[in-house]
Nanobody, 114 residues
Framework: VQLVESGGGLVQPGGSLRLSCAAS????????MSWYRQAPGKERDLVAT????????NYADSVKGRFTISRDNAKNTVTLQMNSLKPEDTAVYYC????????WGQGTQVTVSS
């Protein structure tokens, strides 16, 4: 099983980033997919979840209206479009799959700073 995140980096406040997660080694279309984030010294928090079919999506209150999660079951990918980024969005972002079982990616750093 592999979940490989990409797209992180340094961006100024108000900017945008698009994170991608490429999945392999399991039946992607049967798993719900989520993005989590963990800031230094804090717990890992759920950012957004999309059901296996894409028919159900949920966001943390802190990102509603700014972030969009989507998936492509033909390409085994899930993305997180992040707009209007704030310094408090700075964290390591993790892709996660849940069947069960739960799988995790290695994370990608997002830094929002001027």
């Amino acid at each position: 099983v592999q979940l490989v995140e990409s797209g992180g980096g340094l961006v100024q406040p108000g900017g945008s980033l698009r994170l991608s997660c490429a999945a392999s080694g399991f039946t992607f279309s049967r798993f719900a997919m989520s993005w989590y984030r963990q800031a230094p010294g804090k717990e890992r928090d759920l950012v957004a979840t999309i059901s296996s079919t894409g028919g159900s999506i949920n966001y943390a209150d802190s990102v509603k209206g700014r972030f969009t999660i989507s998936r492509d079951n033909a390409k085994n990918t899930v993305t997180l479009q992040m707009n209007s980024l704030k310094p408090e969005d700075t964290a390591v972002y993790y892709c996660s799959a849940y069947g069960p079982p739960r799988y995790w990616g290695q994370g990608t750093q997002v830094t929002v700073s001027s």
